[in-house]
């Protein structure tokens, strides 16, 4: 069975991106959130196996969000995206419990070896 994935990024043309990076190679997207509020929402309508968060969002950024789902599902995976290489945000994320980091703009090849390290 596909590893269903949940994308999270309030651009839609990075979402349709990924989407079709991930549809490629064989993953299942679950849905997809334009910010952090609707990836808590989603997270715990879609219980997908993997998320991939941007951190610079409305309403909610993508730090906040993944501390939400954490605590909701300790054992949650998230990977995180953002296109400011800074890395008080990366350390922040990876505190906070996501399993990895990608950088924008993507490479297709790190955005499938990051999800098949994390969900194989």
């Known amino acids: 069975m596909a590893k ?5 990024d309030d651009a839609a043309f990075m979402r349709m991106m990924i ?5 490629k190679n064989g993953y299942e997207v679950a849905g997809e959130a334009e910010n952090g509020a609707k990836a808590v929402e989603k997270y715990n309508e879609l219980k997908p196996d993997l998320v991939l968060m941007d951190i ?38 990876i505190q906070s419990g996501a399993k990895d980091f ?8 790190r955005v499938i070896e990051a999800v098949k390290k994390v969900i194989g």
């Open 19 to 23: 989407k079709d990076i991930l549809t």
């Open 102 to 109: 990608i950088v924008k703009p993507f490479q297709a090849d």
């Open 56 to 93: 610079t969002m409305p309403e909610m950024d993508g730090i906040q969000a993944l501390k939400k789902i954490k605590e909701v599902d300790g054992g949650a995976l998230v990977i995180m995206c953002s296109a400011m290489g800074q890395q008080a945000m990366v350390i922040e994320s």
């Open 4 to 8: 269903k994935i949940l994308i999270c």
